[in-house]
């Protein structure tokens, strides 16, 4: 049988595009779960990369296997039929919330680097996510393939212009004070729990769609380790930054500092990889709510942009200090049942 490499890619690119919201594309979220705790948060990032490459191939083999049009019915298979039920409400809740950190995340955007009203980033992301969820699958699968290559192109480009300062390396095996250091031990698995947790909404009805075993398992595999050369290269980006927790979207801070003549390409980078996580969740949140009741995709659509607005109304940094890894630590619960879950499909 011919391999599908373009398939496999273009798997690959929903998956990063998933992962790569709100938190990952400002730094925020990378420097919450990681950066903060120095060499820790090194070794933490190669250990969540290596569960983002073993965990995404076998969740989508896994759902495609089964057949599994939305991730309710991936997670009654996983958890079973009653405990799935709960797990499929926690996962709507879970949405929603994140969806609501991506949209505070694109009006932190307009807030911090442009100066205009956080609305007006609210407002427009809100438009185009609506236009594109209109076409489907195939909006999601252009928006990602087109965000994601730009996205990994400047991440390198900061890694390079950081990697060649003659103060990284000491930067590098820094290990800073920090009063919840214990954290930085659970961080590779929470954060991959997370954002696995999460794709789950976009990767298990994309999986089914594509069926072939091949082609998702390598759409797996390339995808985690675009996630973790991503991870990698904004971490040792981020800890060139001092303070850099006090900044809501520290990439854009350094990307001022060290190369300015793209600093507002990069701006709009950051909207594009909020705006692509953005339309994956809602995607998923679509699908949930049709499984339950059959609505029209634009009844559906509206309501979660309601309550997510409503919800985005709370600052950006607050909303994804408490709710990112509150949910990682639950999600763990998710990520060992996967683990435990016997599969051995025959490859094609």
């Given at each position: 049988m011919k391999k599908n490499w373009a398939a496999a890619f273009q798997?690959?690119?929903?998956?990063?595009?998933?992962?790569?919201?709100?938190?990952?594309?400002?730094?925020?979220?990378?420097?919450?779960?990681?950066?903060?705790?120095?060499?820790?948060?090194?070794?933490?990032?190669?250990?969540?990369?290596?569960?983002?490459?073993?965990?995404?191939?076998?969740?989508?083999?896994?759902?495609?296997?089964?057949?599994?049009?939305?991730?309710?019915?991936?997670?009654?298979y996983l958890f079973g039929k009653w405990a799935g039920r709960g797990i499929n409400f926690f996962m709507l809740f879970m949405l929603l919330g994140v969806s609501s950190v991506m949209l505070a995340g694109a009006g932190a955007v307009f807030d911090e680097q442009l100066g205009l009203p956080k609305n007006i980033g609210v407002f427009l992301t809100?438009?185009?996510?609506?236009?594109?969820?209109?076409?489907?699958?195939?909006?999601?699968?252009?928006?990602?393939?087109f965000v994601v290559p730009i996205m990994i192109s400047f991440s390198l480009l900061l890694m390079i212009f950081s990697v060649r300062s003659p103060h990284f390396l000491v930067q590098l095996l820094f290990i800073p004070h920090a009063d919840?250091?214990?954290?930085?031990?659970?961080?590779?698995?929470?954060?991959?729990?997370?954002?696995?947790?999460?794709?789950?909404?976009?990767?298990?009805?994309?999986?089914?769609?594509?069926?072939?075993?091949?082609?998702?398992?390598?759409?797996?595999?390339?995808?985690?380790?675009?996630?973790?050369?991503?991870?990698?290269?904004?971490?040792?980006?981020?800890?060139m930054l001092p303070n850099l927790e006090m900044y809501e979207i520290p990439m854009a801070?350094?990307?001022?500092?060290?190369?300015?003549?793209?600093?507002?390409?990069?701006?709009?980078?950051i909207y594009g990889e909020i705006f692509t996580s953005v339309i994956g969740n809602v995607f998923g949140l679509d699908r949930q709510v049709q499984q339950f009741k059959k609505v029209p995709t634009t009844v559906s659509i509206t309501a979660i942009f309601f309550v997510c607005y409503i919800i985005s109304l709370v600052d950006y940094g607050k909303l994804l200090s408490y709710l990112y890894p509150l949910f990682g630590y639950i999600c763990l619960v998710f990520l060992i049942l996967l683990w435990m879950k016997p599969f051995s499909p025959k490859e094609n």
């Open positions: 798997i690959a690119a929903v998956y990063v595009g998933t992962v790569v919201g709100a938190g990952f594309a400002t730094g925020k979220e990378i420097v919450e779960f990681f950066s903060r705790f120095g060499f820790f948060g090194f070794i933490g990032i190669l250990m969540s990369g290596y569960l983002f490459i073993f965990f995404g191939s076998k969740l989508m083999r896994m759902a495609a296997h089964i057949n599994a049009k939305s991730y309710q019915e991936f997670n009654s809100i438009f185009l996510s609506f236009l594109v969820m209109l076409v489907g699958t195939k909006g999601l699968f252009a928006v990602n393939t919840d250091g214990w954290k930085s031990v659970v961080a590779p698995f929470s954060y991959a729990a997370l954002n696995l947790g999460l794709a789950q909404a976009v990767l298990v009805p994309i999986a089914s769609e594509i069926k072939d075993d091949w082609t998702i398992k390598w759409g797996g595999v390339i995808g985690g380790a675009a996630l973790t050369l991503i991870l990698l290269s904004s971490h040792f980006t981020l800890i801070i350094i990307m001022k500092n060290l190369a300015p003549f793209f600093y507002w390409i990069f701006v709009l980078v």
